[in-house]
Structure formats: C-alpha cells, structure tokens
C-alpha cells in the first residue's frame, strides 16, 4: 500500500519562499507519476504541478508558473514543491498525489494515492 506523507507548509508573509515535501513508501514510486494539488474550503482541488517518474518532463498550473517549481529524488522516494514569491491566494492545504502510469494528469480523480495534506499560509 502506497503512503505519501506531506511536509513543510507553515505562514509566511507575502514574497517568502517554502520548500513543501512528499515522502513516499510502500511501492515503487520512482515509476509512478507524482503532481501537488491545493485546496481551500469550498472550493475543487485543482491541480498546482506535475512531475513525470524520472523527472525529465514537469507541468504547472498558471497560476504557479515561474513561481513553483517541483522536482524529485527517486532515491530518496521523495517529491518537493519550492515555491517563492508567495502570495496570499497561495494560501491552501496542499496535497501531493501519485497515480501509476506515464502521463502527468490534471484531474485529481486519475490520481489512486493521496496524501494528508499540509497547510500554507501566506499573510500580506
């Protein structure tokens, strides 16, 4: 069973930077397609970025674009999300997510495994 655990959200003010992480267990993640989607209440989660098993293709939401980057190290099973020059609609609990094949997907109903989520919040 595949077990993703977030870690690294926190407040922030307004331009400040996080390093959000994703470590992962329990399958063999290094194949799988791996994305970092955000939610705030009352609203869908929508997908934030996308990274492929060996890293060589990634994709962003607008949003995020020149902002966040996502990057992984297979030997550590791990994912990250640096993001800088955050803004307050930044603010969201984040997710990373994991699904077995080989395309990056933005609807988070293609994604099998879930994390638990770690809250950002930027202030202005």
């Known amino acids: 069973q595949v077990q993703l655990v977030e870690s690294g959200g926190g407040l922030v003010q307004a331009g400040a930077s996080l390093r959000l992480s994703c470590a992962g267990s329990?399958?063999?993640?290094?194949?799988?397609?791996m994305a970092w989607f955000r939610q705030v209440p009352g609203r869908e989660r929508e997908f934030v970025a996308g990274?492929?098993?060996?890293?060589?293709?990634?994709e962003y939401a607008d949003s995020v674009k020149g902002r966040f980057t996502i990057s992984r190290d297979n030997a550590k099973n791990t994912m990250y999300l640096e993001m800088n020059g955050l803004k307050p609609e930044d603010t969201a609990v984040y997710y990373c997510a994991a699904r077995p094949t080989a395309v990056i997907a933005t609807d988070m109903s293609l994604y099998y495994y879930w994390g638990q989520g770690t809250q950002v919040t930027v202030s202005s």
């Open positions: 990274i492929n098993s060996i890293g060589s293709r990634r």
């Open positions: 329990g399958g063999i993640l290094s194949t799988y397609i």
